[in-house]
């Protein structure tokens, strides 16, 4: 079954409708902000990325030490691009999570596909345009330009500027178009998607509403791809995939909690950190989006 289709798509639709009504009665202060964040990223948003060595090819523990070792190399030369060409580093994270953000959402194989594409830019770019000087500020930061690390909790939507409401809609409008010459039979539950999305973001914070739909978004659709996949490929049972999840989880967690503890938490290195775990993950998910529909062929 689709991701389109199946009970999770559903239940993401009511979530987020349930949150959007939450925001109407309950303040969502700092504090309730970055505890719902936090345990969302420990669930989910961390999590989902940990299971990366089980698709390797060779299933022996010299195929596990020949994936790390390819794997932390990608990491490696990142970080060296980071260093010498960071503005080109921090492009390429665009492009990259512009292709991994839509891929989860269409499950499509191949990289140049319109509707995963454009939704991979109109669910990042959103919040930017909504809070362009506050992501301005971030961006400089990871890239040498700035030192802003400022956690912002208040937002209040105010009076958009011309070229912001153009923005949005083209984003909305070109997307939606995609949607209906590729995806028309489908093209309510994208829209519905889209409005629910859009309204989270229009009433949250930049980096609280974008880790919300960072988990609820992308992460749980990504977690049920690979819980089908790991399920079907190497038949084995759900417990079994969760099970394998907790090691590499529990050391992501415990990194981070290191880094913020002896370094203290910077907002723009945090991004750049996330960018060297998600280029190798990217990798590592394309090719198993390709694996899950050639057994679909099958």
């Known amino acids: 079954m689709s991701y389109i289709n199946s009970k999770l798509f559903t239940v993401q639709m009511i979530l987020q409708l349930v949150l959007l009504i939450l925001l109407y009665f309950i303040d969502f202060g700092a504090n309730l902000q970055a505890i719902s964040a936090g345990i969302l990223l420990c ?120 070229w912001q409401i153009l923005s949005l809609m083209g984003f909305a409008i070109t997307y939606l178009g995609s949607i209906f010459i590729y995806q028309k039979q489908y093209f309510l539950k994208y829209f519905l998607q889209l409005i629910l999305v859009s309204f989270w973001y229009f009433f949250t914070p930049l980096l609280f509403g974008f880790i919300v739909v960072f988990c609820l978004w992308h992460a749980l659709q990504s977690t049920q791809h690979q819980v089908n996949f790991y399920t079907t490929f190497y038949k084995k049972k759900t417990i079994d995939f969760f099970l394998a999840m907790l090691p590499f989880s529990l050391i992501s967690l415990l990194g981070f909690a290191f880094y913020v503890y002896f370094f203290s938490f910077n907002i723009g290195h945090s991004f750049i950190l996330l960018s060297l775990i998600t280029l190798p993950h990217v990798l590592v998910m394309h090719k198993l989006y390709g694996k899950g529909k050639q057994m679909e062929i099958k």
């Not at 596990?64 to 060409?85: A, E, Q, S, T």
């Open 43 to 162: 669930l989910v948003g961390i999590p989902h990325g940990a299971n990366d060595h089980l698709y390797r090819e060779d299933q022996t523990w010299l195929g596990m030490f020949k994936f790390l070792g390819v794997y932390l190399g990608i990491i490696g030369l990142y970080v060296v691009l980071w260093h010498f060409l960071p503005l080109a580093a921090l492009i390429l994270f665009f492009v990259v999570s512009f292709h991994h953000f839509g891929q989860s959402n269409f499950e499509n194989e191949k990289v140049w596909y319109l509707p995963s594409i454009l939704w991979g830019i109109l669910l990042l770019t959103f919040p930017v345009v909504l809070h362009f000087d506050e992501a301005l500020l971030i961006f400089k930061s990871m890239i040498g330009k700035g030192n802003f690390n400022e956690l912002i909790f208040e937002f209040k939507l105010e009076k958009l500027s011309v």
